[in-house]
């Protein structure tokens, strides 16, 4: 084999490794080890939303999502990819007891797999949204622009409503097409967030909120942001 027909050889069996990584949950990359922490910030009991939804991003990345929700079951036994979906399995359970402190850890220390891991901490810590309900709302409606930027006060609300929506119950219908009823409840939602924005700008913009007010239809909150910068 020339040097050309290696390389390309080589180039290939990369290609193929890097397709296999990007699609088979069953494929660990060599800096997959069981010590890595999957994610920067670790659980503590009390910030179980915020970490699952990295948790979960993480997972995304490396194929994996399917270890916790479920969707990627267990091989027979004797199945050709049994021991490495056990594998694959063990290094999720690693991953996700290296993103706690270590008391938590040591609590689920002795779980047999990823899903049974994630639906004790799920009925542990991620039952009761109404408290963080509460603390969101609350924090949204107590949120003024005050001595900060335009920029930065919308990036403070933008961050409370992501984490709202992340928390809430989104509707979901059947229709075959665009549900009109869904549609307008989004459009309420947005309306509403319009005008908590609005209303609580500083006095500086009240010629430009006035002006945003007057637009028929009026904008939503990204438009009105863009209008006022």
């Not at 549900?179 to 609005?198: D, G, N, P, S, Y």
Request: with cysteine; glycine share 6%; hydrophobic share 35%.
């Amino acid at each position: 084999m020339t040097s050309a027909e290696s390389s390309e050889t080589g180039q290939s069996g990369a290609r193929r490794n890097h397709e296999g990584y990007n699609s088979d949950p069953l494929y660990l990359s060599s800096s997959d080890f069981p010590g890595m922490q999957l994610v920067n910030v670790k659980l503590n009991g009390s910030n179980f939303q915020k970490w699952s939804r990295a948790v979960k991003i993480a997972l995304k990345t490396k194929t994996k999502l399917g270890f916790i929700d479920g969707s990627c079951a267990i091989p027979k036994l004797g199945s050709p990819d049994y021991n490495q979906w056990i594998r694959c399995d063990n290094m999720v359970v690693s991953w996700l007891l290296n993103s706690m402190v270590t008391y938590l850890a040591e609590a689920f220390l002795y779980v047999n797999s990823v899903v049974q891991l994630w639906d004790e901490l799920t009925d542990r810590f991620g039952q009761s949204n109404g408290p963080l309900l509460y603390q969101l709302e609350k924090e949204i409606y107590e949120l003024y622009q005050g001595n900060d930027t335009v920029a930065v006060y919308y990036t403070k609300m933008k961050r409370l409503w992501d984490e709202l929506d992340d928390i809430s119950e989104v509707p979901v219908c059947a229709c075959p097409t665009t549900c009109k009823a869904i549609k307008k409840t989004m459009e309420i939602v947005e309306r509403q967030r319009l005008m908590h924005f609005l209303m609580h700008l500083s006095e500086n913009y009240e010629a430009i909120r006035g002006q945003i007010l007057l637009l028929d239809p009026l904008p939503n909150v990204n438009r009105a942001y863009s209008m006022i910068q």
